[in-house]
């Protein structure tokens, strides 16, 4: 059985998309286009974040009446690991209300390898998407002068297509402490 995936379509070719379908259990999808002066549509899968896509948008021009059917979109899953590092202000381990995320963290996975890197950022946040499965080691590089709260490596266990968040690193920077 194929994965449900969200298809859009642009009516007029004018980069907003105006339709949105699923494709069914065997990959179909369709639609029932409305008429455009142009002729012009384009088609894009947008595929979840558990898959990478291998064909782009596809620009279909299409008089009145005609059907296409041969627009195809190519994807395959990949294992995603997601997580903040963030700033343990209370040095517990857990991210707790309030506790900022920090960007600038350097996140790694290893095993199976090769090794990736990740430097957080946008409050924190780092995303893995990796083509395979496993056992997977996740760790983080601190930034200078910071000490690291939460164990490591933090393992993660991801067949292709699974998803595991909060994947969280915690670090905080004891010159900062008052007291
Ligand atoms: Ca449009
Ligand atoms: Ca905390
Ligand atoms: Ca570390």
């Given at each position: 059985m194929e994965?449900?995936?969200?298809i859009r379509l642009d009516?007029?070719?004018?980069?907003?998309?105006?339709?949105?379908?699923t494709t069914n259990s065997s990959g179909f999808y369709s639609f029932n286009i409305p008429a455009t002066p142009?002729?012009?549509y384009r088609v894009a899968l947008f595929p979840p974040i558990t898959r990478i896509?291998?064909?782009?948008?596809?620009?279909?021009v299409l008089p009145n009446g005609?059907?296409?059917?041969?627009?195809?979109?190519?994807?395959?899953?990949?294992?995603?690991?997601?997580?903040t590092a963030f700033d343990d202000l209370n040095g517990n381990g857990a991210?707790?209300?309030?506790?900022?995320?920090l960007d600038g963290v350097t996140i790694t996975v290893g095993g199976p390898p090769p090794a990736f890197t990740q430097i957080t950022s946008g409050g924190g946040l780092y995303t893995f998407q990796i083509d395979g499965s496993?056992?997977?080691?996740?760790?983080q590089v601190a930034p200078a002068g910071r000490i690291e709260t939460t164990s490591e490596p933090q393992l993660v266990v991801l067949g292709a297509g699974d998803q595991e968040s909060d994947v969280n690193f915690g670090s905080f920077d004891p010159i900062s402490i008052s007291g």
């Open positions: 994965p449900s995936l969200t009516v007029g070719n004018d980069g907003v998309f105006d339709l949105t379908t142009s002729g012009a896509s291998t064909t782009g948008p596809t620009l279909v005609e059907v296409k059917d041969d627009a195809h979109f190519g994807s395959y899953p990949v294992a995603v690991i997601t997580g991210l707790d209300g309030g506790e900022p995320g496993g056992a997977f080691f996740v760790r």
